[in-house]
């Protein structure tokens, strides 16, 4: 089986389905010839044509406008937002128009859509290259939210998304591009390769939306995490010498609460893990589902660990990442109470 | 000057002291109306380019005004299209038909029977003059207030007031406002609330059919206010770069609830003129003339078609009728502003041009009037008959969990359930 | 002491702050000469000039930004967003620029904005007359977020959002606008006169913003509301016949976590009522505090009484919105677990 | 053709089959500069209007291109701005110390001494020139490609430098990527990494110097790519209506990151035209040549202080650089470009243009790169004395909870003990 790093496997994901439905095509911010910032589009308008994958205006609300009349068509756009923190001109389009169209239109138009948006911290990005926005379209009806954590997760999930006719907001945690980060940015970079999730098969396959992973089964507490979380979350809980269970939720909306609620109500103790800002980050959402489902179950107050409530600051990027110290220490609280 | 916000320094004394420009509120209610801020030039003297210019010839049009009936509403010039006498009165019946649903729906809400409405009176010939000038496959991304192309492409009243309603037959489900129709077998997509989001969908939609080697064009209309918002850019932007095939129209009626077209940059250009800086065709028309419109439209139509790329058409026009039940003109413009507007009523135009051509007169017209004020009044009983907003009957409750997606997820089935229990 | 409506109130906060500081001017769309579609700016034009109170073209992102450079100039800006289901367009300024301009210019730079926008349902306004948005807000570090839920808080308080330094987003329940409103759209409607919190003072006065107020003392649960779910919530006390206190948290950023977590360590049970979607809401955050901070003194899980997660419908409106019925029975879902 | 996507119809035979036209990406890297998408107009050829003229006198500027520096680099026209040796003596020093800024940050940068920097070469007269047709204390709202400004107004070199390698001196305590400067002091707003949201930013700042009558008027830079966002369109919308006293200024530079200016409309029309729409005055003028780039912004900045509203001036220039240290141009554009841009270099041009009147010399200029090179050394130096990115010192922790509000929350206060905790 090959081997991909994120990057690759992303790339695999739209060649595949480029290949299989005519009704695929990507636009976006330096995607066409150049292949993406981030090169996760490399090679494609080479290969399908210039139709079928190119440039856009610096426009993220017209690009999502576009995509919204080309779904109302009948076409999958798959749209690239160079950096999620530059998501919030398209918002009304992706609010008010992608997420309520089936709704308004009483089934009649749908939103095909798929947005990639890369997310997170972690190459000095500074506060506008390096924000982890999934709340905010997360507190949305209509929009489904993804966050894979590894290259198979991130091309069986990209899939799916694509095939899925609802409008998914599909975001790439940057720092996992070329490799598995696990929080420690004093140790030399791993590439994936060194990683089994980067055995990724060439053709189609889907990882359905909606389902969560066990990638660490335990029995003393649930950690819940995605993204580059995930890679912290493993790192801290070996760090605590905890028998944690790490659950990487891969979709956030919808919400794959049967796995969750199975493993706190084994655990009985909780913690949550993510980037973001803390207040009314998703975690909160976490925290209420956990206590309102196994309120009798839980033998210690829940525990975020999240980003400060502040921007992500340039200097400070490691203090301000919520590290395998950090998580190892909310693991440590929730086994202590 | 004792009004100065603390930090901001007095003036060098070489310099001129800054002004703030107000676009004042004018002509004001009480008073009595002045449309001394436009010219209205003659018919007939604007020349018609060939459908393949470069975009660059129709520029100086963004500074005329597009028109076919003169002062004793006989068609004259290069832009006059000919229509046959049959597809005149096809247009007059439709545009009277407008008005008499429009009316009937404005007493319905008056009366309570609805939470909502609002009329197109007064700007009837933009939508059923573009409806007709259009092929009926072209996608249609509308505003709120051109419910006239529905009309002209026969899509059931019933189905319409049946939305007015939100009752158990409504096509929506009970789900949206009132006039916020979509029908897909219409080519016509769902109206947003949310201003102007509609223009750079029908671009892209535009975009998607030119993709798909498809031959149908779309079509997107915004209101001169909401030409400020940025997905009208966004719209001229993407039809620019990709040439999509497709028709913008800016419907300048004047106002925008209280606001004077000023307050959205009227006073420093035209809204056609915004066409220029993007190297889009444009065509600014007396919205008010339905022969002026429909050629309009089908020149922009035929040069989209031709791959030659989108226009931008500002439909100057008038709201004869207030923003929406919701307010009150005599509030905030002079009570004499619709009976004065000096492009005059286009049901009215276009009836005296018919007449002129005997091929209308007095009495046929006060019969249709009659005849489709009896079928707006026998459709609305029906309608009613399926349920009103307030009585109803509705969509059940289980209804309102549906289609938020495709497939129902957990949470949406749980409160579902909920929602059910008595 | 004079009576005024929510509407009066909010009118006589902005004339007040109009004529004690000439740094504060008023724009939004039909703000000016219309006085604004709920008619809260009525005859500051007339009396203030021009100059201080107008018409702004239909832009709320062009609004936000002309605020933001207003505001970097050192005047107090107050913009109305005609209703808040039209505020996406000026996310961006809002998120990006003003919540983040202290902070990225090291204090040299401030935002002193107030951004008044009408919210929540009960008026048959559909899916883009009727949002509450605020927790997309809340998630914002930077911002302030208020919803007043009487005439009195809204004066005090819009006076102290205006007079504040940072970003304030202030949401304003329209179907308290002129009375309140306990969820009952069957009775007939009260004006506010007959309410005590209609007696405002004529000048100048300050309700501190992040103090929370308890409305209705109780020793057997706790119920947390906002807005017009107060009033609900208060009504759904009495038809509950149970000994509830209600907090009424007026500010929902910075939280007044101290009033809440005392009054649920006494009662032992919470209900978090709000009118806006459920998932990632404002009470995902409320929930996860209190379950945080009151762990070892809740003897029941956490309910939360909220809107579905579906876009507000236009005829089923009284069938979303979570009237005393849906939060009576989340207080007596408290009371029996 | 097979590759129709399911839903769309075959197109009837009476009609065309549309086509989407995507701006092709050209010229390709490996093959040679084609510069043949404009043509370069004489110097000296384009009339200056009086600064009160109305709007539309400026329009066909638009399409024009205002030069001042001839073949032979003599200054030639109406628009030679005539200022002395002295003052272009300085314009030259000020560009020359941009550029050497510029290279020493980018090696730094290359050297692993911060995380990213990107500079303005090529641009050095857009910058520097505009920088002094304006008043000290007029506002600034740029991008992240006008570090001249700065410079041109004396903002201290090692706090720009202490700012890049956000150490425990940098102005900005270390909290924004390099380049992203902000000094009130110098009249020069905090610059944002999100595009675009600067240009409406200035013109509200300017109408609250107008709403106060001060006398000092803003001035905002936005590149031809980020044109397209939303933000532009407010910028010119709020400008016309209000007459804000702004000068705007689109910095065509040919590139987006790898994108052509194609790709933003430049295909279809000039950034300057975008003004014609909204009524604004609009100048397009050789942002290489430092004459008439001074000259084009001393004549917006008098039309906005005495009251006749604002400008748009498209710059039109070349980024001669990559676009940051985080992308290689020859990945998309053929390797020859910057060497052959028919427009020249802007330092080049103008040390010539002083030599030719014997004001300058090749000894002197090569002296006073080398003097400029010193001092850039040393102060990098003295800057790098006080911390790197990768070495601090920085700010401490606790610093990193200040500003998000002006009094710190107990969310923010009780982080803050958490982060501090060893
Ligand atoms: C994004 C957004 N902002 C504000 C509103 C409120 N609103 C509804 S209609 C309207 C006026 C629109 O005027 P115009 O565009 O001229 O259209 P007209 O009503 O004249 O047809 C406004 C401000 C809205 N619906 N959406
Ligand atoms: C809202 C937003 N979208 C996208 C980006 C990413 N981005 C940074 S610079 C850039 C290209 C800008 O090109 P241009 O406006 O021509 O300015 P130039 O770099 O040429 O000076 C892009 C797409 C951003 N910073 N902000
Ligand atoms: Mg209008
Ligand atoms: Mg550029």
Redesign the interface.
């Known amino acids: 089986m090959p081997v991909m790093s994120m990057v690759q496997a992303l790339n695999s994901a739209m060649d595949v389905m480029l290949g299989r439905d005519p009704g695929v095509?990507i636009f976006g911010e330096d995607v066409g010839f150049y292949g993406g910032v981030f090169r996760v589009t490399e090679g494609l308008q080479k290969k399908h044509g210039e139709?079928r994958v190119f440039d856009?205006?610096i426009?993220e609300?017209?690009i999502m406008?576009?995509?919204?009349?080309?779904g109302?068509?009948?076409?999958r756009p798959i749209v690239e937002i160079q950096f999620a923190d530059y998501i919030y001109?398209a918002t009304?389009?992706l609010i008010?128009?992608a997420a309520r169209?089936?709704?308004?239109?009483?089934?009649?138009?749908?939103a095909p859509i798929t947005v990639r948006a890369p997310c997170g911290g972690g190459i000095f990005g500074g506060q506008t290259h390096s924000q982890s926005v999934e709340a905010i379209f997360t507190h949305v009806?209509?929009l489904?939210t993804v966050m894979p954590s590894n290259p198979y997760d991130a091309k069986g999930l990209l899939i799916a998304a694509i095939e899925d006719?609802?409008p998914v907001v599909f975001f790439e945690p940057k720092r996992l591009y070329n490799g598995p980060f696990d929080g420690h940015p004093d140790r030399p970079a791993v590439p994936w390769s060194q990683h089994k999730a980067s055995e990724v098969p060439e053709g189609y396959y889907t990882v359905p939306l909606?389902r969560a992973a066990v990638v660490r089964p335990g029995s003393a507490v649930t950690v819940l995490a995605y993204g580059t979380m995930v890679h912290v979350a493993l790192a801290a809980a070996e760090e605590a010498g905890a028998d944690a269970e790490v659950i990487d939720l891969r979709t956030l909306?919808?919400?794959d609460?049967e796995t969750i609620v199975a493993s706190v109500k084994r655990t009985g103790r909780c913690v949550i893990a993510h980037e973001a800002t803390r207040t009314c980050g998703y975690g909160a959402e976490l925290s209420a589902l956990v206590q309102e489902e196994c309120f009798y179950h839980l033998e210690a107050p829940i525990v975020r660990v999240t980003g400060y409530d502040t921007p992500y600051p340039h200097a400070l990027e490691w203090e301000y990442f919520p590290g395998p110290k950090r998580v190892a220490a909310g693991i440590r609280q929730a086994l202590a109470a | 000057?004792?009004?100065?916000?603390?930090?901001?320094?007095p003036?060098?004394p070489n310099?001129?002291?800054?002004?703030?420009?107000?676009?004042?509120?004018r002509p004001?209610p009480g008073g009595h109306a002045d449309f001394g801020y436009f010219r209205v030039p003659a018919a007939g003297v604007v020349a018609r380019p060939a459908i393949d210019v470069p975009?660059v010839v129709t520029h100086p049009l963004?500074t005329a005004l597009i028109r076919v009936l003169d002062e004793e509403n006989r068609a004259v010039g290069e832009w006059d299209p000919g229509l046959d006498p049959e597809t005149l009165r096809q247009g007059l019946r439709w545009m009277m038909l407008t008005r008499a649903y429009d009316e009937r729906m404005y007493r319905a809400q008056r009366t309570g029977k609805t939470?909502?409405y609002m009329t197109s009176r007064g700007e009837e010939a933009v939508a059923v003059a573009q409806a007709m000038a259009l092929r009926p496959?072209d996608?249609l991304?509308t505003s709120y207030r051109q419910q006239g192309l529905l009309i002209a492409r026969n899509y059931p009243l019933i189905d319409m007031m049946c939305q007015i309603y939100?009752?158990g037959r409504?096509?929506?489900?009970?789900?949206?406002?009132?006039v916020?129709y979509?029908?897909?077998a219409h080519s016509f997509?769902?109206i947003?609330?949310?201003?102007?989001?509609q223009?750079?969908?029908?671009?892209?939609?535009?975009?998607?059919?030119?993709?798909?080697?498809?031959?149908?064009?779309?079509a997107g209309w915004i209101g001169e206010?909401?030409t400020?918002?940025?997905?009208?850019?966004?719209?001229l932007?993407?039809a620019?770069?990709?040439?999509?095939?497709v028709v913008l129209n800016v419907v300048n009626n004047q106002w925008?609830?209280?606001?004077h077209q000023?307050?959205?940059?009227g006073?420093?250009?035209t809204f056609a003129?915004?066409?220029?800086?993007?190297?889009?065709a444009c065509l600014r028309v007396d919205g008010n003339d339905f022969l002026a419109t429909y050629a309009a439209t089908r020149w922009a139509a035929e040069r989209a078609?031709?791959?030659h790329?989108a226009t931008l058409i500002e439909l100057f026009t008038y709201r004869a009728g207030s923003h929406s039940t919701?307010?009150d003109p005599t509030?905030?413009r002079p009570e004499d502003e619709p009976r004065t507007w000096p492009l005059g009523d286009p049901v009215e135009r276009l009836a005296r041009h018919l007449i002129g051509l005997g091929e209308w007169s007095e009495e046929r017209h006060k019969a249709q009037q009659e005849e489709l004020a009896r079928l707006v009044r026998d459709t609305d009983r029906e309608a009613q008959s399926h349920g009103t907003?307030g009585e109803?009957p509705?969509?059940g409750?289980e209804t309102?969990?549906?289609?938020?997606?495709?497939d129902m997820?957990?949470?949406?089935r749980r409160?579902q359930r909920e929602?059910e229990e008595p």
């Open positions: 095509l139709r856009a205006p426009a609300g017209g406008a576009a995509a919204v009349g080309m109302a068509y009948g076409l001109p009304d389009q008010s128009e169209i089936r709704y308004r239109s009483a089934g009649e138009f749908a009806c209509g489904k006719d609802d909606g909306l919808p919400i609460l | 000057m004792n009004d100065l916000p603390v930090p901001s320094n003036p060098l310099r001129e002291r800054l002004r703030l420009h107000i676009p004042p509120h004001q975009s963004a939470s909502f496959d996608m991304f939100s009752n409504d096509p929506l489900k009970g789900r949206q406002l009132p916020m979509s029908s897909r997509f769902s947003s609330g949310n201003l102007a989001t223009l750079p969908q029908a671009v892209g939609w535009a975009m998607a059919s030119a993709y798909a080697g498809d031959s149908r064009i779309a206010g909401a400020a918002e940025a997905d009208f850019h966004h719209a932007t993407f620019a770069v990709y040439r999509a095939p925008a609830i209280s606001s000023e307050v959205a940059g006073e420093e250009a003129a915004r066409a220029i800086g993007f190297g889009l078609r031709a791959n790329g919701s307010d509030k905030y907003l109803g509705h969509f409750v309102m969990f549906e289609d938020v997606f495709k997820p957990w949470n949406l409160q929602a």
